[in-house]
């Protein structure tokens, strides 16, 4: 089935610094990529929809200095947490509609710990 | 705009014994229904959906969920859960035209009890 695969899976970063997140889609080309965030025992949020080619799409609330989302091509979309403050701390969560757009694959979510 | 409730943030259950997850949705026009399951510190594995046709879907380790557009319900339901099913259920709806994204019920904790 359709695969995406999200790197890094943990990352601790020190306040200030600036953190990648990459999401690449592994048999398939994603055109249009979500990102989510999860806080502790909560649901996901839909920060942003990412389009190849062209500008993301933020949800309401969602700072688009401090998130920067690129998605330059149709294999890879990353999400850049700028100046990171331990308010960002959260589980971020990348998908994408698969092949057939018959599903939503998800990857597998990476650990930010801002220190 | 559409919306998923999980009524039941908790769902403790005896180890094979069966359960009902609760999924309402609220959309004005037609959806697309998903079931995914979420293991600690990971991302969501699909379990079910439904897209059109058959009401009722399955998955390969035996849940189920029916679509119910009258009561706009899309309840996942175990006859015997395992151990191994204790982890997060998330109801997600999404409209079925153009690429448009998930939108996420709160989740329930399933913890089945040995």
């Known amino acids: 089935g359709a695969v995406v695969s999200q790197h890094p899976s943990r990352v601790i970063c020190k306040s200030g610094t600036s953190v990648k997140i990459e999401c690449r889609s592994l048999d398939f080309q994603a055109t249009t990529m979500f990102w989510y965030r999860q806080f502790p025992k909560q649901s996901l949020m839909l920060m942003a929809t990412s389009n190849e080619g062209s500008k993301a799409t933020y949800e309401q609330g969602v700072e688009k200095d401090k998130f920067l989302i690129n998605h330059a091509s149709l294999t890879l979309s990353t999400l850049t947490v700028t100046s990171a403050h331990p308010e960002d701390s959260s589980f971020y969560i990348c998908?994408?509609?698969?092949?057939?757009?018959?599903?939503?694959?998800f990857g597998s979510g990476t650990r930010l710990t801002v220190v | 705009a559409q919306s998923v409730t999980q009524l039941d943030s908790q769902v403790p259950v005896f180890e094979e014994a069966p359960v009902e997850l609760r999924c309402n949705y609220s959309s004005s026009v037609s959806v697309y229904l998903f079931w995914y399951v979420q293991y600690p510190n990971q991302g969501l594995q699909l379990l079910l959906k439904?897209?059109?046709?058959?009401?009722l879907v399955k998955s390969i380790n035996g849940f189920e969920a029916e679509f119910n557009k009258s009561q706009t319900s899309f309840h996942l339901r175990k006859p015997s859960v395992h151990i191994s099913d204790t982890a997060e259920y998330f109801c997600a709806v999404t409209w079925n035209s153009g690429n448009t994204p998930l939108v996420f019920g709160k989740g329930t904790r399933l913890s089945v009890i040995a």
């Open positions: 998908s994408a509609r698969d092949r057939d757009a018959a599903g939503y694959t």
């Open positions: 439904y897209l059109s046709g058959s009401t």
